[in-house]
């Protein structure tokens, strides 16, 4: 059974970081693409970053284009979100998610649980 399970959110002042992990079982990154998603309080989810190893691409939704840094560990089986010059708007509930390669990201096969990033003004 595919599990997502996310760590490393919390409470952080502007202009601070924070490192989010999301370890991954019963899945390769070879046959499967990882995404981080956020949600803020009324608003849609939004697809921040995906990591597609098998063609060893890379892409960042503008909002987050130099602040935000998806990377992954294949010995660990874990992709993380470093995330640096945080600002008070980056609060939300941050997802990993896994998509089959060539799928749409409109519905990715597995999530993670979410974990809350809280950036204090």
């Known amino acids: 059974q595919v599990q997502l399970v996310e760590s490393g959110g919390g409470l952080v002042q502007a202009g601070g970081s924070l490192r989010l992990s999301c370890a991954a079982s019963?899945?390769?990154?070879?046959?499967?693409?990882m995404g981080w998603f956020r949600q803020a309080p009324g608003k849609e989810r939004e697809l921040l970053a995906v990591?597609?190893?098998?063609?060893?691409?890379?892409h960042y939704t503008r909002s987050v284009q130099g602040r935000f840094t998806i990377s992954k560990d294949n010995a660990k089986n874990t992709v993380y979100l470093q995330m640096n010059s945080l600002k008070p708007e980056d609060t939300a509930v941050y997802y990993c998610?896994?998509?089959?390669?060539?799928?749409?990201?409109?519905?990715?096969?597995?999530w993670g649980q979410g974990t809350q990033v809280t950036v204090s003004s």
């Open positions: 019963e899945l390769t990154f070879s046959t499967y693409a």
């Open positions: 990591y597609t190893s098998r063609r060893g691409s890379i």
């Open positions: 998610a896994a998509q089959k390669l060539g799928s749409s990201w409109s519905s990715p096969a597995y």
